[in-house]
């Protein structure tokens, strides 16, 4: 059936690096992918998404393009802040509007 | 626009005992979602309303678990008897029928059985 799978393990950076988390997925057609963010305490929130082929969603700093050939959607962002710690999820919409999540990735930004 | 409430935060119970968890969705979302997410994974479906019928069960364990949205409106998870492995957050989430612009989920409700 349809997955996703995010890269392993948490990550740390320090503040202003380059953030990257990858992200794969295995699906029939072309579904629409999703990165959701996780802060501390909170409940999920939609961060970006990507509804087609050489789409790139973008929010808060943060873009990721819907490659096809690749069949993957990383998240990038130039330069992280503190505020940026919190638990990374990536997503696909595998039809009627249901999601299948990745496992996440806990981000940890050190001042 | 108010989110999506659910209730309680927090809840501790002990193996064989029964829980209740109440979402209230957005204004307007005709879809209702309950996931299930253990700690260190991603949420998992267990049940998908559209209106006040069933659209996907197919990962919620019936032997358990049921759920129910009987207006259209908000709705309820069940538990009962509990496991040691229900232990996870259960979140509600609504959409609009325009489903490919992602979901609102609530802040969750964290199971913990003893």
């Known amino acids: 059936g349809d997955s996703v799978t995010q890269m392993e393990g948490p990550v740390t950076l320090s503040e202003e690096a380059f953030l990257t988390i990858n992200c794969t997925y295995t699906?029939?057609?072309?579904?629409?992918l999703f990165w959701y963010v996780q802060y501390p305490g909170e409940g999920l929130q939609l961060l970006l998404k990507?509804?087609?082929?050489?789409d790139k969603g973008s929010n808060k700093g943060f873009e990721a393009t819907y490659r096809k050939e690749t069949t993957s959607f990383h998240l990038e962002k130039g330069s992280v802040q503190v505020s940026d710690s919190a638990v990374y999820f990536c997503a696909l919409n595998h039809g009627n509007n249901r999601l299948a999540f990745g496992k996440g990735n806990q981000v940890v930004v050190i001042p | 626009e108010a989110g999506v409430a659910q209730s309680p935060r927090y809840k501790i119970i002990e193996k064989r005992q029964s829980v209740a968890f109440w979402c209230n969705p957005i204004?307007?979302?005709?879809?209702l979602y309950w996931y299930q997410q253990i700690l260190g994974q991603g949420p998992k479906l267990l049940i998908q309303?559209?209106?006040?019928?069933?659209?996907?069960d197919s990962q919620l364990p019936k032997d358990r678990f049921s759920a129910e949205r009987l207006k259209g409106v908000d709705s309820t998870l069940k538990i009962q008897p509990a496991k040691l492995e229900d232990s996870a957050v259960y979140l509600c989430?609504?959409?609009?029928?325009?489903?490919?612009?992602?979901?609102?989920f609530g802040s969750g409700t964290r199971l913990t059985v003893v």
């Open positions: 990507a509804t087609k082929a050489d």
């Open positions: 699906a029939t057609g072309y579904p629409s």
């Open positions: 204004s307007g979302h005709a879809t």
């Open positions: 309303f559209q209106n006040n019928g069933v659209v996907d």
């Open positions: 989430a609504s959409s609009s029928n325009s489903g490919n612009y992602g979901y609102t």
